[in-house]
């Protein structure tokens, strides 16, 4: 009977362990299924033939607003559509959690810092995060016009929430995305995220 329940735990662990897995750089990203913060279901196939930045955000956090409120992150989606790339911020935060921003209020406060994503979407119960595998805000993540996943990580160099550290550190993903759209394979296709833990409904 022990020996069973111990069974039963190990295939339950790598049950989970399965459904939590995050896609590596390479393989193909996983179809999201989202309402955007007007109510409209987006999909991230309807882009497929163009590049696409996956952006894991949450207002209450320290390192988001790092980016956010010295400019950084609008700069870089400046740079992104520049090159024809969509921007598809993504809030996994739960609805229940102290850090959770209705949907008009998260637009709103995204447009007060001149953020132009394509679309934001809600991801209350956290499909699209556990899919991804997303840890953190901010984690960012490229995918290619055939739907290939091609970066992975951080948005810089510099794991810290200082916006002091931003014009010595190296951005991962405006560098992947210069690289990616000019032919070229990216030099730092995975790189480790840094931020605060998504929270995720339990």
Not at 15 to 35: D, W
Request: proline share 5%.
């Amino acid at each position: 009977m022990l020996l069973r329940r111990a069974l039963l735990a190990c295939v339950s662990l790598a049950l989970a362990a399965a459904v939590h897995a995050a896609p590596a750089v390479g393989q193909a990203a996983p179809e999201i299924v989202l309402k955007d913060a007007a109510g409209q279901t987006v999909k991230l196939s309807d882009y497929r033939g163009r590049y696409v930045v996956l952006e894991w955000t949450n207002p209450g956090c320290p390192f988001v607003r790092k980016h956010y409120d010295s400019g950084n992150m609008a700069a870089t989606q400046q740079d992104a559509a520049a090159r024809g790339v969509v921007w598809l911020s993504v809030n996994s935060t739960e609805r229940d959690s102290g850090d959770y921003v209705e949907p008009k209020k998260l637009v709103a406060w995204q447009k007060e810092r001149k953020l132009q994503s394509t679309a934001t979407l809600m991801d209350e119960e956290g499909v699209a995060g556990h899919a991804y595998g997303a840890r953190t805000t901010p984690h960012m993540y490229i995918v290619d016009p055939q739907g290939k996943l091609v970066y992975a990580g951080g948005i810089d160099s510099i794991a810290s929430s200082s916006p002091a550290d931003i014009p010595r550190a190296v951005n991962y993903v405006r560098q992947g995305l210069a690289e990616a759209t000019a032919g070229k394979p990216i030099t730092n296709a995975a790189t480790r995220p840094y931020g605060c833990s998504i929270k995720y409904k339990s």
